[in-house]
């Protein structure tokens, strides 16, 4: 690595710009954040920085690109302070997603992916030191909901009450994605479903949700 940068630094800040811009932007981070000012200038620039995805999609599910703990550490400890006014999206797998938003304030970020949410993880929603970013900054939410019970009842009464906690907290929301990355983890929705009659959001200006059959009408 040692001689990999010296060879770097020896370009030009275009030519560099133009080789990151092919590379995943946490790759990126993770391999140059701290190596010297001038990489630490280019990697910190915002079209590397407003948006970073820590959950990547594989097969059928999404995994958690910072499951390692000396990457998370990384990210947590030293990367992530450096450039949080900078982002403006983050895509989180539950089982890392409270760590990285409470290391930092993120006085920008207004879009929000959470992958893999289930009842335990979606309790974190309520955290007080996270409620200023989740009912004042985010508007737009991604959401997948894992839920491996063969139980089609509990399942959508799972379904129902992350969506009610989603909307009792995300008080300017304005648009809302639902996705199941599994076809397992899908719930049927009827306009006449007990589980969802109290359900609202004032706020919300678009819903998008993935439908496998439409026959309601």
């Known amino acids: ?34 190596i010297n000012q001038r990489l630490n200038q280019i990697v910190h620039d915002r079209s590397f920085t407003t948006h970073l995805t820590f959950a990547k999609w594989s097969s059928n599910h999404f995994f958690d690109l910072l499951s390692s703990d000396m990457m ?7 990367i992530l302070p450096s450039i949080h006014e900078n982002i403006q999206r983050l895509d989180l797998d539950s089982s890392s997603m409270e760590d990285v938003l409470r290391v930092a304030n993120y006085p920008n970020l207004h879009t929000l992916g959470l992958y893999n949410i289930d009842e335990k993880s979606a309790e974190c929603l ?15 939410l991604f959401i997948t909901i894992y839920n491996n ?13 992350i969506c009610d906690k989603i909307f009792n907290v995300f008080t300017g929301l304005t648009t809302f994605v639902l996705n199941e990355s599994w076809y397992k983890t899908r719930v049927q929705l009827t306009f006449d479903n007990p589980f969802f009659p109290n359900i609202r959001c004032s706020t ?4 998008i949700v993935s439908v496998k059959i439409f026959d309601d009408c």
């Not at 998370?72 to 030293?78: A, G, H, M, T, V």
């Not at 309520?126 to 737009?140: G, M, R």
């Not at 919300?204 to 819903?207: H, N, Q, R, V, W």
């Open 1 to 34: 690595m040692e001689y990999s940068c010296i060879e770097l630094n020896n370009l030009p800040d275009e030519i560099l710009l133009h080789i990151f811009q092919n590379l995943n932007n946490i790759e990126l981070l993770y391999s140059f954040h701290g």
């Open 72 to 78: 998370l550490n990384r990210f947590c400890l030293q």
């Open 126 to 140: 309520t955290d007080k030191t996270l409620s200023s970013i989740f009912t004042k900054q985010i508007k737009t």
């Open 149 to 161: 019970d063969d139980d089609h009842k509990a399942m959508t009464l799972s379904v129902a009450k």
């Open 204 to 207: 919300l200006l678009k819903l």
